[in-house]
Every structure is written in C-alpha cells, then in structure tokens.
C-alpha cells in the first residue's frame, strides 16, 4: 500500500467518525477488515496488529474433549468443530462507545456449535493434522502448538500459551470469544503468527476455551484464512518475533529510525509446522476463470462472478448477505445470514480474491449437493 508505519499509527489514533454505513458495518462485528500486507509484509503486518489489537483482535478458541478418544488429534477435533464447552448463543444487543462519546447499537450474531464425531473426523481430515507437538520457551511464557492442518485456503491450529504467575502477553475472555477474538497486549515481548513459505501471512480469529484455561495457562485456538491461494508446494511455518522490549515501545516509538533500530534488535525464529501437505479442495466452476473452492474445513468463493457485484464489492466481506451448504439428506449448514443475524462461521475474510471462511464445524463435501451464495444456487455436480 505504500505507507509508512508512522503514518499508519498516524490514521489508526484519529477519532472515528461513525457514518450511516459505518453504523451498518458495525453491526457485522464477526467479520474482519480486509488486511493484505505490502513491502515489508511481515514487519508492516505485525506492527499494524499490534497497533489495532485493542480494537479488531484476531483469534478464536478451541474446546476440549470431555472424554479420551483414541487419537492425539481428539482435542482438535472437538476444540475445532465440537460443542463439549463452545456454547450456543442467540443475538446479543449491544451499544459500544463510537471513539467520540457516542454510543451505537450493534447485534452480534447468533451463533451455533454442534457435535461432532471424531471417528469420523479423523477419515475425513485425519491424515493431514500435526502429529506431534511443537514447544518453544518465549522469554516467560511457553507456547505449544498441539495440532495443526491447513488447506489452500486456510488453516485450524490448536494451542496453549503459559506463563508462571499468569499469561501476561495475550488477553482473552468471554467478551473477546463472542467479538474479535484475544490479542497480544502492550506487554508483549514477542508476537506469532503463521507464513507460507511463499511468504503469505495468515490473518487470525482466536477463541479462548473458559472452561478450560486458568489464569497461568491458555487453550486457544486459531481459526485461519490465507489473503492470497497457496501454492501447491507450499509448507506452512509459525514465524515468532522475539522484541528487545514490551510491544509498548515500539507503539511510543517517536520516529522512524527508532522504529528501525527497534526492528533489527528483534530475533526472528521460523519453525516448519507440518510435512503433512493441504487439505485438497474441490472446485465449482463460474466461468471465466471464476471459481467456488470449498474443503472441510473453509470456503473461497470468487463474488465477482455470477452475483451481480463489482470486483471491489466482491472482495468485501459487507456484500455476502446469505451463505450455505445444502446436503444430500436434505439437511444444510449456514454459515452466515445478514437478515437473520447468523454466523456459524470460525472466521471470514474479504481478499482480492473474493470472500472467504473457516467452517466452526466439519464439513463432508462428498455429501454436497449445493452452496447457495447470496439467492443464487451453485449445484455440486
């Protein structure tokens, strides 16, 4: 975009004016602005997160099984796409300051978990999750990634962050679980996220398990979509910047060679998650190389063709008013409704690609007959 750190912390700080059209976007507080790094993607993309962490938070929680199932994979499965502590909510009213003592009113949408069978799960998806743990030491706190599986278009992982004496570097709540999800806080002294090793950076929602989590340990996890396809041969990595200081300074930072100095005193370590390769995905053809790419655990979905929609409308996530997926025994899934003010989705995302989502439960496409997108119905052949 061409825009200088400063300068981005600059627009950031300003007061928020809340138009008419705001006002309706706000009430989509389950989708997430657009955010597609450039340049230095992921120094800019890591410094932008920090800066607006307080006000779009990106992550999602996973839950833990209530009993032992055979395999390693049983706390993802359940965590990912099951209902044993994820609850069920109807809308929620809200009002929320506008950033100038003004309030509005905003709806956060349904939102449904349902069971699901890991037996099952493990045919579907099983041969694609992490198999082993991965555990780093993070100045006072040990994150461990348990499993992890990811798709062209997205990707689920499931962790802990722990820290003796309390977790000090990420914040998440009830609050957070039915808004924007945790993040890292002023505190900091590092930050992670996930990278292609095509150098696409993978934008977050993260949930915190209550039930589960204890003020010294966190079970979160991470529901995942990638702005740009990845290409076939792309591994995934977990990228960890460890700062020379709390993530406040940075933000207290006064010009930008303070910045830069900030920067190369930051050690940056890369860690190769999984050798398992994607989750294959299917396609819906559009014509003129538009698309419908779905798996079992996302979508992506090309809006520009066949809905009416400009290529900038189609990249916004504002102009998907009813998403779903109808199934050979005549059951469906929606995944989101505007005028019914339903998500069931883990997270979406409007890229130049078009509008994508991470499912908030398993889906079996070989059971398929139809993705309905807006009030037009894509058969599945």
């Known amino acids: 975009m061409g825009i200088s750190e400063k300068k981005m912390r600059e627009i950031l700080g300003r007061d928020i004016n809340v138009s ?17 790094p450039s340049g230095d993607k992921r120094r800019n993309y890591y410094k932008k997160n920090l800066r607006i962490a307080a006000v779009v938070a990106a992550i999602i929680c996973f839950a833990i099984p209530g009993v032992v199932y055979a395999s390693v994979k ?22 929320i300051d506008d950033g100038k003592g003004n309030t509005v009113a905003v709806d ?109 340990k966190l079970y979160c996890s991470s529901y995942i979509l990638w702005p740009e396809h990845l290409n076939d041969d792309d591994t995934i990595q977990l990228v960890i910047d460890k700062y020379p200081a709390p993530s406040r300074e940075l933000n207290e930072a006064a010009t930008e060679e303070d910045e830069r100095i900030w920067w190369e005193q930051t050690q940056t370590e890369r860690i190769t998650l999984t050798d398992k390769g994607q989750i294959p995905v299917q396609c819906i053809d559009l014509g003129a190389d538009g698309y419908i790419e779905y798996s079992p655990v996302s979508i992506s979905i090309d809006m520009s063709k066949g809905l009416g929609l400009s290529e900038e409308e189609a990249g916004d996530p504002y102009y998907m ?23 069931n989705s883990g997270y979406v995302l409007g890229t130049d690609e078009g509008y994508k989502a991470a499912f908030n439960r398993l889906v079996e496409p070989e059971q398929i007959t139809e993705i309905i997108v807006n009030e037009v119905g894509f058969p599945v052949q």
């Not at 008419?20 to 597609?36: A, S, V």
């Not at 706390?75 to 009213?93: A, D, Y």
């Open 20 to 36: 008419e059209l705001t006002e309706r976007r706000l009430q989509d507080t389950y989708r997430m602005l657009k955010d597609k």
């Open 74 to 95: 049983s706390g993802f499965f359940e965590g990912m796409f099951g209902n044993k502590t994820k609850k069920s909510t109807e809308v929620i009213h809200r009002e």
């Open 108 to 216: 956060i949408p349904s939102k449904e978990y349902v069971p699901v069978d890991e037996e099952k799960a493990e045919t579907i998806i099983g041969q694609w999750v992490m198999d082993e743990p991965i555990t780093r030491k993070i100045g006072e706190h040990t994150l461990t990634v348990n499993s992890f599986a990811y798709d062209k278009n997205g990707a689920l992982m499931y962790f802990t962050l722990e820290r003796e004496g309390g977790v000090t570097a990420l914040i998440g709540d009830m609050d957070t679980n039915l808004t924007k999800g945790a993040y890292f806080t002023e505190d900091a002294d590092f930050y992670f996220a996930v990278e292609s090793t095509s150098g696409v950076i993978g934008a977050e929602n993260t949930y915190i398990d209550i039930e589960k989590s204890t003020e010294e």
């Open 321 to 343: 008013k009813h998403l779903e997926i109808r199934y050979k025994d005549g059951s469906s899934y929606v995944i989101s409704d505007d005028a019914e003010n339903i998500n």
